[in-house]
């Protein structure tokens, strides 16, 4: 056996080993043994495997596929990441349930822009609350909470300006949410 050979899938190790989580749902697999592609679909890092003989439109088509979901999930993280600056700037606290509910909430407002939402409690927070396996209720109470200590936690100035107040005062949950929307 000739040990100067690299192994079909030590690329896929390595990135298991480091657990590089950029990296899942990158690679695209070709195999001509039926046994391994299997075992290659069900790896966090194959985005497909494909059975040789496969065509090169058909292998170009699943890269674009990829390259695509890729750019919509890192879009989905920078969204998250500049809610998650709002909120910390308003000195909410993220061990609470409410403040993670809410960035949730406010992410579902933001990527659906066109859609109008009136009612909080029918539009929203169903899909949150579902989501987390929680009553509607539940949401709507862990946010308010969330939103009163944030209002005792945050700066006086910090509000008035974020609000555009000329007083300090605990800004209600939806006007909270549509501000955070127009900031980012």
């Given at each position: 056996?000739?040990?100067?050979?690299?192994?079909?899938?030590?690329i896929?190790?390595?990135?298991?080993?480091?657990?590089?989580?950029?990296?899942?749902?990158?690679?695209?697999?070709?195999?001509?043994?039926?046994?391994?592609?299997?075992?290659?679909?069900?790896?966090p890092?194959?985005?497909?495997?494909?059975?040789?003989?496969?065509?090169?439109?058909?292998?170009?088509?699943?890269?674009?596929?990829?390259?695509?979901?890729?750019?919509?999930?890192?879009?989905?993280?920078?969204?998250?990441?500049?809610?998650?600056?709002?909120?910390?700037?308003?000195?909410?606290?993220?061990?609470?349930?409410?403040?993670?509910?809410?960035?949730?909430v406010?992410?579902?407002?933001?990527?659906?822009?066109?859609?109008?939402?009136?009612?909080?409690?029918?539009?929203?927070?169903?899909?949150?609350?579902?989501?987390?396996?929680?009553?509607?209720?539940?949401?709507?109470?862990?946010?308010?909470?969330?939103?009163k200590v944030?209002?005792?936690?945050?700066?006086?100035?910090?509000?008035?300006?974020?609000?555009?107040?000329?007083?300090?005062?605990?800004?209600?949950?939806?006007?909270?949410?549509?501000?955070?929307?127009?900031?980012?």
């Amino acid at each position: 056996m000739d040990n100067t050979r690299v192994p079909e899938y030590d690329i896929i190790k390595h990135l298991m080993n480091k657990n590089f989580r950029k990296h899942r749902k990158s690679i695209i697999a070709i195999t001509q043994d039926p046994k391994q592609i299997d075992e290659l679909r069900k790896n966090p890092f194959v985005y497909k495997a494909f059975l040789k003989p496969v065509g090169l439109r058909e292998v170009y088509e699943c890269a674009e596929e990829a390259a695509t979901e890729k750019a919509m999930r890192r879009d989905e993280q920078v969204i998250k990441e500049r809610i998650n600056k709002q909120l910390d700037i308003l000195s909410f606290n993220f061990s609470y349930n409410g403040t993670k509910f809410l960035s949730e909430v406010i992410y579902e407002i933001y990527t659906h822009k066109n859609k109008f939402y009136d009612n909080l409690s029918k539009d929203v927070y169903p899909i949150i609350a579902e989501r987390h396996g929680k009553t509607v209720n539940t949401i709507k109470c862990d946010i308010t909470q969330a939103t009163k200590v944030m209002f005792y936690d945050c700066r006086e100035e910090v509000i008035m300006k974020y609000f555009n107040y000329k007083y300090p005062v605990k800004p209600r949950v939806k006007e909270l949410i549509f501000t955070v929307v127009n900031k980012i």
